[in-house]
């Protein structure tokens, strides 16, 4: 779904919890886990991390890793994990 939608909710999240990382993809509809997966850090809304201390934990797994791709081809060439990482929702930091 695309951010063009008028019917947007405030409950939508188009920003991973875990990694900031943001295509315009729906993680989560009116609070409802819409299972894709996040091609910079490969978290699937829905099935993994869903409290805080979770999320924390996905993230330093995944940055400890060496923050890899998950689909190496949709990295940008100036991409900058730290300044992604300040996209993350407040609540999930
Ligand atoms: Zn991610």
Redesign the pocket.
Known sequence: MKSDNPMRSIEDEDV?R????TDDCLFFEDTWPTHII?S????ESGTQALDVSATREYRGYWTGQGAEWFSRGARPKDWDLLKQLRNIPEDWR
């Open positions: 991973c875990v990694c900031g990382y996040c910079c850090c490969g978290w």
